[in-house]
């Protein structure tokens, strides 16, 4: 018996062996499964990175997961220690983008174009909130129907309109522009879908060829994939020369399976992975990087080089240089330890401490004086030959007409004036009304129009000054786009104490109206009488009131466009006693009375408010101007100092950052200080 069990068990096990033999000679195929080699990791250095920032594109086989664990990057053979690896699905901005290209030739037309659009709809619809998608619809030459963005609300406007058709349907150039889109947005990853049937003209003698585009796209490694729509106009020939035409894959579809083509290549391109991290390597230097995931085989290798330092300008820095013990001392002591005892002192002069250059002895300051010199003398030559126009001349005349506040803003019956077509194009926007109104108001001398031009001209003057005094192109951006809204600020700012000190000075004139009703005046006589004693603005808007009454307008109507125009609750109170007087013949006297009452115990409240709160106010604007005020007495004073924040990235981003948080500071400050009463 022990002699058998051996050679039972090698019976056993030939057996076996010769059973799994047969079940691998039976499957079909698993000869070829077992011969195919594993998948390896694939990848390539990322696109739009700006040194330091670094990023890779990886694609592991099927089923594997990247994270910061399993992945090891080492440049020059030094491990990069920190890490974040980013699903391409849920990548953020800067990460991953799709540029849509859409034939738009006459044989696309009406429904393959259509089907285009809603494909690319349900793209977008499908994609992650920070992923970017642009659309490129092309003829014989190509257009940017919706540039590339992650804004979910500008990409769905743009898609919601109808790309015109026109002849051609040249491949090559609107693929190179979506390259030039994917260059310009700097993403890590990039893909380009081309739809098309074929038909037309797919290349253009002066254009780019498909050879040297596809030659571009490897470069960036930007996958290309073709979709050659198979509808009425296409033919087996049009599509075959539509492959040649465009590189990458092609795939054929019907207009109905579109958008099931698109969801396909959309998982295609987002199986992969984003690895970002700060490079430490020295300015000038070649980098050699390699990639490799745990568990994975193959690695990625990829080499870069690393742009040269930006040249910093030399400034006169006076450095103090070593000086003897007894020189500094000013009395005479031992020699010095590292000088022989033999050997005589060196006799160095002792440094001169020279005072920083100012500004307005270089040469732009000098520069900068010549011009202001320049200018005042033109002023002065115009105004020695300067005469009126008659257009002045009746801007003149219409101040003293009433309710003719801007009389440049009215249409002309004669020859349009100079800036009728700025004007038009002011009037277009939703604040312009306002702003007129505000103006008003404010009982300014200057038309609107008259401001906006002249706020402009300052803007772009203190832009040009703020450049030449800090040398920075980022602080110019402050006052070249800021100036509309610091000219809106201030008006409305000057509007805002005529409404203020029209809600203080109301009641009492509400007390004289009442007085005047008791003698036995109208309504309307009251109001003109107390008009001619009042002080501005109760006096311009009670005379707006009477004027209008004689025009034939209601007086509770004219009563509450001047309660709206002032923002005070008190005269709409008044209009529609007005109203009730009107329909019903009401006591008027007493209803004023009780209305002035409520009106001056508001008044003396916003007193009381605006006392309580005045130090929260001066607190919030000194908090607010100081960072500004420091800045720049530090550039006037020791430009050394401020020369990182105005001329690095990190600087600047430093100084973005603290010009967010004091907006918010004076925001938050402006909340708690602003009490209505």
Not at 148 to 158: E, F, H, P, T
Request: net charge positive; hydrophobic share 45%.
């Amino acid at each position: 018996m022990a002699e058998r069990r051996p050679r039972f068990a090698r019976r056993g096990w030939a057996a076996v062996a010769v059973l799994a033999g047969l079940l691998l000679a039976a499957v079909p195929g698993a000869q070829a499964a077992t011969a195919k080699q594993p998948a390896t990791l694939n990848g390539w250095l990322g696109n739009g990175t700006a040194f330091p920032g670094r990023a890779l594109v990886l694609t592991p086989p099927a089923g594997v997961k990247l994270s910061a664990a399993n992945v090891h990057v080492t440049e020059n053979g030094a491990s990069v220690t920190t890490l974040t690896v980013t699903p391409t699905a849920h990548a953020g901005a800067g990460d991953f983008g799709v540029m849509v290209l859409v034939d738009q030739s006459p044989s696309m037309a009406h429904a393959p174009l259509a089907a285009a659009i809603r494909a690319t709809r349900s793209l977008a619809a499908q994609r992650a909130a920070q992923q970017e998608l642009g659309l490129i619809t092309f003829d014989s030459k190509p257009t940017v129907f919706v540039p590339l963005s992650s804004n979910a609300q500008a990409i769905s406007s743009g898609l919601a309109g109808a790309p015109w058709t026109g002849s051609g349907a040249n491949v090559p150039a609107a693929i190179s522009a979506a390259l030039g889109e994917l260059a310009g947005a700097r993403v890590a990853l990039g893909a380009i879908v081309v739809v098309s049937d074929g038909v037309g003209s797919l290349t253009a003698a002066h254009g780019p060829t498909p050879a040297a585009v596809q030659a571009r796209a490897a470069a960036a490694n930007v996958p290309i994939f073709t979709v050659g729509l198979k509808d009425a106009s296409a033919t087996t020939a049009s599509l075959q020369a539509l492959s040649q035409a465009s590189p990458g894959q092609f795939v054929k579809s019907s207009t109905s399976g579109l958008k099931s083509v698109f969801t396909k290549i959309y998982s295609t391109v987002t199986r992969g992975y984003v690895v970002r991290w700060r490079s430490r390597q020295r300015a000038g230097q070649t980098v050699n990087i390699s990639a490799g995931v745990t568990g994975v085989p193959g690695q990625v290798d990829a080499s870069y080089k690393v742009p040269a330092a930006p040249a910093v300008p030399k400034r006169a820095i006076a450095r103090p240089s070593p000086v003897s013990p007894s020189v500094a001392a000013g009395r005479l002591s031992t020699t010095p330890s590292f000088v022989p005892p033999s050997a005589p002192l060196p006799q160095s002069p002792l440094p001169r401490a020279t005072a920083p250059k100012s500004f307005w002895a270089s040469s732009a300051g000098e520069a900068i004086v010549a011009l202001l010199f320049g200018l005042l003398i033109a002023v002065v030559v115009a105004l020695a030959v300067y005469s009126p126009s008659k257009h002045a001349v009746r801007t003149r005349v219409g101040r003293f007409i009433p309710g003719s506040a801007d009389i440049e803003d009215a249409p002309a019956l004669g020859p349009k004036p100079s800036g009728s077509r700025l004007l038009t194009v002011l009037q277009r926007r939703k604040s312009w009304p306002q702003f007129v109104e505000n103006v008003g108001i404010a009982r300014s001398e200057r038309t609107p129009l008259y401001l906006y031009k002249r706020a402009a001209i300052i803007g772009l003057v203190v832009a040009l000054l703020v450049r030449v005094v800090s040398g920075s192109l980022l602080f110019p951006l402050l006052p070249l786009f800021a100036w509309g809204w610091v000219l809106r600020y201030l008006v409305k700012r000057t509007a805002n104490k005529e409404r203020e000190k029209f809600k203080d000075t109301l009641p009492s004139y509400l007390q004289d109206l009442a007085s005047a009703m008791r003698v036995g005046r109208s309504f309307i006589s009251a109001i003109a009488s107390v008009a001619e004693g009042a002080d501005e603005p109760v006096k311009g808007e009670l005379e707006r009131a009477v004027t209008d009454e004689a025009l034939g307008r209601p007086i509770d109507e004219t009563l509450q466009s001047i309660a709206n125009r002032m923002q005070d609750p008190d005269m709409e109170q008044v209009a529609l006693i007005a109203a009730l007087n009107r329909r019903s013949g009401s006591n008027v006297s007493e209803a004023l009375d009780r209305v002035a009452e409520g009106a001056r115990e508001r008044a003396d409240m916003r007193r009381e408010i605006k006392a309580l709160t005045a130090q929260a106010k001066m607190s919030s604007s000194v908090l607010t101007a100081l960072p500004g005020v420091l800045l720049l007495g530090l550039v006037l004073i020791s430009p050394v100092y401020a020369y990182p924040l105005l001329h690095t990235t990190v600087g600047n981003v430093l100084l973005g950052v603290g010009a967010t948080m004091v907006f918010c500071g004076w925001k938050v400050l402006k909340k708690i200080s602003t009490v209505q009463a």
